[in-house]
């Protein structure tokens, strides 16, 4: 069930009024049956992976305390290990793997014939998969203790806001608060509605708008000329950003309504002054998983210079191959460990700036040189993550370095327009989640200019194309 679609409006619409009349002891279980209906929707054969995932990882992390030693415990979280990634890697990876050994056989001259395999990828597999590891992992370190209450782990594993596209949330922030069984607080219905459409503002009203500008680009480069090659590059960027973003907010703002708070996944990427801080600012919860669990585990920063290129780099690949079984992923994530890497060697072990103080025209401009090369760098990862295959991917970077085509002003203008457009309104909906802009709206007028951009987004969700969330796939 997608977020931007009438079912799910229709869904909510009925689900929260029935969860809130019901009694709070019968509360999680409803909203248990309710997250795996929103998951089935979709193909309700892949609910038993699901229901697989929170088996598993619900005994396991109830024996790790009681485990008599070390070694036992370690067997423990293999068991938890192998059965979640033999899982992932077998609906995600499986057939890209044969694929990839067939073409290195190929290219020795061996014919091996393998199968070729075309295995439906479900849902959202990544997300709760580094979910529900996180529990286990978190009880083996002795930082969490096991829940006992078999519905109320299912529920976390499965919570419906966020299930399939994140934020990737973590038990010792989520389970405490279903637990003791949500309640909407005073607030909570006005900060999630405000959350939701600011989701479907950036979704709905310019992510879905820029689709049909990237994707002719991405098909056919050698149609295009150099600034529109470019143009449909940049367009890709602020695409992804409102769509994850977007998905994100609506999580958020789903979750607020039944009184829950899950974490904040965007912070401004695009305005980081290095791609350090860009990290902590795009999908945050995948960034600090990766920190937490493969990162620092690997040995962080605390074996030397080499080693911490050496693990930065294993982390981004990893984290690239993470979003999809193909080499471009792959590249992606190797882009962006080179430029961590060389940010790190170049700040000397310094820490990283992370706030644009701006004193005068003078540090304003060089924060701005700052932010537009980091964002050059980003736009270049980009190039790969959203090509289906190398090919295309030099195909629109030769393009692009060619400068072939004429210089047309209006395609230039074009593309700064809708890109000041889409920075102008992530910083107003930054402001309204602040309570900085909302404060500018009388009061009185509020549920007025709330009902008309409703009115705005339910003539897109009925009349035009319905596009799935990009990460969705992931």
């Not at 999809?324 to 890497?341: D, I, K, P």
């Not at 072939?404 to 107003?428: E, N, S």
């Not at 404060?439 to 799935?468: C, N, S």
């Amino acid at each position: 069930m997608l977020f931007n679609s009438i079912p799910f409006l229709v869904f909510l619409a009925l689900f929260f009024p029935a969860w809130l009349l019901l009694p709070r002891r019968f509360r999680n279980a409803f909203m248990l049956a309710g997250s795996y209906f929103f998951y089935g929707w979709w193909d309700w054969r892949f609910c038993g992976l699901l229901a697989l995932s929170t088996l598993v990882d619900y005994f396991v992390g109830a024996a790790l305390p009681g485990a008599r030693d070390r070694k036992t415990r370690k067997r423990l979280l293999l068991v938890s290990l192998a059965s979640n990634l033999t899982i992932l890697g077998t609906f995600k990876y499986l057939g890209f793997f044969v694929e990839s050994f067939q073409a290195i056989l190929e290219g020795l001259g061996i014919r091996a014939g393998l199968p070729s395999l075309r295995i439906i990828l479900p849902v959202g597999i990544s997300f709760y998969t580094f979910q529900t590891l996180s529990y286990t992992i978190d009880i083996y370190r002795g930082k969490l203790q096991p829940i006992h209450d078999f519905i109320d782990f299912a529920l976390f594993v499965s919570f419906f806001p966020q299930l399939v596209a994140g934020p990737i949330e973590r038990a010792a922030n989520l389970l405490p608060q279903l637990v003791k069984v949500p309640h909407p607080r005073e607030g909570d219905l006005t900060e999630g509605i405000k959350l939701i459409t600011m989701g479907m503002i950036m979704k709905v009203l310019l992510g879905d708008r820029l689709a049909p500008l990237v994707d002719p680009v991405f098909r056919a480069p050698g149609a295009f000329s150099s600034l529109e090659l470019f143009q449909g590059l940049l367009y890709f960027a602020l695409q992804i950003y409102c769509d994850f973003s977007g998905y994100s907010l609506i999580a958020r703002g789903t979750a607020r309504l039944f009184g829950v708070d899950v974490m904040i996944n965007f912070r401004q990427p695009y305005l980081s002054l290095n791609v350090t801080d860009f990290w902590r600012r795009w999908h945050i919860s995948l960034s600090s998983w990766l920190k937490d669990y493969l990162y620092i585990p690997l040995g962080g920063n605390r074996k030397g210079k080499a080693r911490t290129y050496f693990n930065l780099m294993v982390t981004m690949l990893l984290g690239g191959l993470w979003h999809g079984a193909n080499w471009t992923f792959v590249a992606w994530g190797g882009l962006h460990g080179l430029y961590l890497a060389a940010h790190k060697l170049m700040l000397g072990g310094r820490k990283p700036e992370t706030r644009i103080r701006v004193r005068g025209w003078k540090s304003f401009a060089w924060a701005a040189i700052r932010v537009g090369f980091t964002f050059t760098l980003v736009l270049l990862t980009w190039l790969f993550f959203r090509s289906p295959d190398f090919h295309t991917a030099f195909a629109m970077l030769s393009g692009i370095l060619s400068f072939q085509g004429t210089l047309d002003p209006r395609v230039l203008l074009a593309t700064l327009l809708v890109g000041g457009v889409v920075l102008g309104i992530d910083i107003l909906l930054y402001g309204l989640e602040r309570e900085e802009i909302l404060g500018l709206i009388p009061r009185f007028a509020r549920p007025g200019v709330i009902a008309g951009i409703w009115v705005v987004i339910l003539a897109h969700l009925i009349f035009a194309q319905e596009i799935p969330f990009i990460y969705f796939q992931f």
